[in-house]
């Protein structure tokens, strides 16, 4: 059921790739709620995923740009003001560890690699911002949202160089919400979503026990990539327009827990297993 909320909103939507992404879903719900929209994404990921699919059915067009270019933002903003004006919403939804897909455990990692981890999945948004500033593309009240992980608080097996990368998002969005919220009212968030079974989120070591322990964690069950988009349209939208620089876990409730009675029971399980052999 939509409700609206985005009618006449005009935005840019980066890293809808296939089905599997949270990017994809939220341009489905930006596009049912009224809004018009760019979707963006690396010409590497254009050919291997389906976005133009995507923009077939959102009547819109999709935009060749590597977020980590300033070249390739300064043309793809100024493809966005020509086309709509200044814009009102823009979605960074995008991480990669080239570490993490050569499986490199994290006292181990390839520097070369890290630093591109850090650029693709952090230093962008501050680049997207930049420019977005630059160009005074964003109206008044506008909104900018970043996908992130609990990682960037807390230690999880396996997401490696991520969580370095996550944490210097959620920094960024603080940072840039006070001086873009200060000097024209944009406001700047992170969500901090569950471990979601996304192209990038499939590659992450232990990911489907990952998921089963965060399932039994959280009293509400993780969150899906659809309950996420939803999430991200009431950011977009004129129903926040006083949240800023702040991290919004979006997870069913698992930031916020110690232990839940169905991880212990099965935790209580396994030991019972352990002791039979």
């Known amino acids: 059921m939509a409700y609206n909320l985005l009618k006449g909103k005009k935005g840019i939507i980066f890293g ?6 949270i990017a994809w879903k939220v341009a489905e719900k930006s596009y049912e709620e009224g809004a018009e929209f760019l979707l963006t994404n690396t010409p590497v990921s254009m050919r291997l995923g389906n976005v133009d699919e995507l923009a077939k059915k959102c009547h819109t067009e999709v935009i060749a740009a590597d977020a980590t270019k300033e070249s390739d933002l300064e043309v793809l903003v100024q493809k966005a003001i020509d086309k709509y004006g200044k814009l009102d919403f823009v979605l960074h939804s995008i991480g990669m560890s080239p570490n993490v897909r050569k499986k490199l455990p994290y006292d181990k990692l390839n520097y070369d690699y890290y630093h ?13 911002i930049t420019i ?9 009240w506008g909104s900018i949202v970043a996908l992130s992980y609990v990682a960037a608080q807390r230690t999880l097996y396996g997401y490696n160089d991520m969580a370095d990368a996550k944490s210097l998002l959620e920094s960024i969005a603080r940072s840039f919400g006070y001086i873009y919220g200060r000097e024209n009212k944009v406001r700047v968030n992170t969500i901090s979503q569950s471990p979601t079974m996304t192209t990038a989120g499939s590659g992450v070591k232990g990911i489907d026990g990952l998921m089963d ?17 939803d999430y991200c349209i009431t950011m977009f939208s004129d129903l926040t327009k006083k949240v800023t620089m702040q991290n919004l876990f979006h997870d069913g409730g698992f930031s916020s827990m110690g232990m839940s009675l169905r991880a212990m029971t099965q935790y209580n399980k396994s030991l019972d297993i352990e002791t039979e052999r």
């Open 116 to 128: 591109k981890t850090l650029d693709i999945s952090a230093l962008s948004f501050h680049k997207v």
């Open 213 to 229: 322990f965060t399932e039994r964690m959280s009293p509400l069950g993780n969150a899906t990539a659809d309950e996420c988009a």
């Open 132 to 140: 977005l500033k630059k160009k005074n593309a964003m109206n008044d």
């Open 16 to 21: 809808a790739l296939n089905e599997m992404s």
